[in-house]
């Protein structure tokens, strides 16, 4: 009996020496992950009730705003189409806002697989994973969408009217916004992968020629222009972030 207490206490002194909590069991992870959501949720409920208040101004100014830029006409076919976009619209706003927040309880959930010193860095994890999701959402509403309307209202025949519905616009406009804020987000994963050995600098410095030719495919696949121009535009972020996703790959591996 004495010798399995010495040996448990030997256990969690080797483990507060090593800077890491008693290992977490699958329902406590779940447990967690719940009380984690739970505070999201509670975090975005007011934002958005007091968003919806200044929705149709956030639509009026920010969202109609590249349409009439690029002079895409928008017509609404749904019965309570706005009103329900205004609805929408504050939930995004809501989550927009709430993005720090968000991403600081995210942190926390991955805490205990964290040494005690990353631990005291979460803060500036959530700022900076908050920082790139932002950058996205900046890229993608000033390059990308301007971009994409330009070339989708300029399309096909003169002839021919090119008018969007109220839905197939937000919708693109929603789906550009999100899907640069996440691409956005790489070299979070990378420093992620790189804790758990999934990745290493080594690994992305070797296959560096396949991934710009994988980020000029991409760039193709999502540049609403045909021209090099464009491609170019896409791409240059593309690489920015993986070059700087090998640099905090090689980071992480240096605190690991």
């Not at 209202?153 to 999100?178: Q, R, T």
Request: hydrophobic share 50%; charged share 15%; aromatic share 14%.
């Amino acid at each position: 009996m004495i010798a399995e207490q010495s040996g448990n206490l030997n256990s969690d002194e080797g483990q507060e020496f090593s800077g890491q909590e008693p290992e977490m069991s699958f329902w406590d992870h779940l447990d967690e992950l719940r009380s984690r959501l739970l505070k999201i949720f509670a975090g975005v409920l007011p934002i958005w009730f007091v968003s919806i208040a200044f929705a149709q101004d956030i639509i009026n100014t920010i969202l109609l705003h590249p349409a009439g830029q690029s002079g895409v006409k928008l017509q609404n076919i749904r019965p309570f189409g706005q009103l329900m976009l205004n609805f929408e619209v504050s939930f995004i706003v809501a989550l927009i806002v709430t993005v720090p927040y968000s991403f600081y309880h995210i942190w926390q959930f991955i805490a205990p697989a964290l040494h005690r010193h990353e631990r005291k860095a979460l803060l500036w994890a959530a700022f900076f994973s908050s920082f790139c999701f932002l950058a996205g959402t900046s890229f993608g509403y000033f390059v990308m969408i301007p971009m994409t309307l330009s070339f989708a209202a300029g399309f096909g025949s003169a002839e021919v009217l090119n008018m969007f519905s109220l839905d197939e616009y937000m919708s693109l406009i929603f789906s550009i916004l999100i899907g640069t804020s996440l691409i956005f987000e790489l070299p979070v994963l990378s420093y992620l992968l790189t804790r758990i050995g999934l990745l290493t600098p080594g690994f992305m410095t070797k296959y560096r020629r396949h991934a710009i030719i994988i980020l000029m495919i991409l760039a193709a696949f999502v540049s609403p222009g045909t021209d090099p121009f464009s491609m170019l535009v896409l791409s240059l972020p593309l690489f920015l972030l993986y070059e700087s996703s090998i640099l905090i790959s090689k980071w992480a591996v240096k605190k690991s």
